[in-house]
């Protein structure tokens, strides 16, 4: 029955502990977490070397509880945002008190000088953001030495070992780029004999402790990540470049456009009215008299007056008087034949004006046809600009470059 007293006793004080490091490792956060300053930190590829002090309680096969002090040093290397890989090498004073008497103990007061090593791994849960809560577990030995009251070493000063097992929870606080505030809870399992008394239980003790981290190194490779960014800004800066020079090209180009079609435009302009000019003149010199073609063989007629629209094969409406006189002319010879022939000035390419010529004859022989000419009597020829019979250089010497001419076949 007073065992089960004991235990139950022992019980409600472990609750009590845990509780008081809860409430320990909440009030850090609260006084931590105002402190963000806005700084962010990855840990992979990073050195991080820590130190940290608190407080232990031993949680063994004593009654009693005790706090004792308690530190550590860590050094860890991020292997990935989410994992770093370090040791914990630290000092802790374990102490315990114990009422006697109890199980055939003599030993009241018992404390440990121990000096803990764990390799161990941590997990962090928002690597990269300014606060980051972790999780850690490890595995290693530590070595102790035990005292009494009466500060006697029990048995001796030699130092015993036993296994750790660390493992626990924290948040980090940065409040610059290369430090971070760190506050942590945990456990550290140790074997049945630290306190001297094996009873089939493993023996450990709780933790809480804050401190500080110092950051080495940098993970992101800060140069490169300066480099990379530098050229990437010169390459948005020469896509920029060079977007404004198309643009400035194509402006250019539609500009040039615009003014070679308003030259273009004006120029149709001019020489419709040159034309219009001379058809009303023809108009004019038909109703005084009504000139007569005569076709003889081997001799060429110019049937001025025959003309077409700009830079093409259609013809003019007062180019019908003209024609008709043609008609007329080939009506009254049955017997004669014509090789219709088209002519241009100079303005354009000499391949273009050929096309253009034939098609213009062409023209001419198919307005004939349609009144009543025989096909067979009628064939063309489209010369260009390689007969003229004016200077081109003149708007007047052009106009009569532009001519469609009958030769009279023998």
Known sequence: MQKCKQLSKRNMVTRSILTSILIVFV?????????????????????????????????????????????????????????????????EELKSKQDIPASGQTIGYLKLHSIPASAALWIHFASGEYISPYAYAGLGAMIYKRLNGASAYIPNSQFISSIHVPFGIGVEVFPSKNASIVADVGYRVTDDYPDAIKIGKLDGYATAKVGVNLYFGSGDDEEEAQRLKDAEARRIRELADAEALRLKQQAEAEAEARRVKELADAEARRLKELADAEARRLLAEQKGRDTVIILEKGKTVVLKGVNFEFNKATLTMESEIILERAHKALHASPDLSVLIVGH????????????????RAEAVKSWLVKRGISVRRLSVAGKGFDEPIDDNTTDEGRANNRRIEFHVLE
């Open 27 to 91: 009030m850090s956060l609260v006084i931590l977490v105002p402190m963000d300053s806005g700084f962010a930190q990855k840990t992979e590829g990073r050195w991080v070397l820590g130190f940290h002090g608190g407080g232990n309680v031993w949680i063994n096969d004593y009654n009693k509880k005790v706090f004792g002090p308690g530190g550590d040093v860590m050094i860890r290397y991020g292997i990935t945002p989410a994992f770093s890989a370090g040791i914990l090498v630290g000092y």
């Open 344 to 359: 241009t000035d100079n303005v354009g390419s000499a391949a273009y004006n050929k096309k253009l010529s034939l098609r």
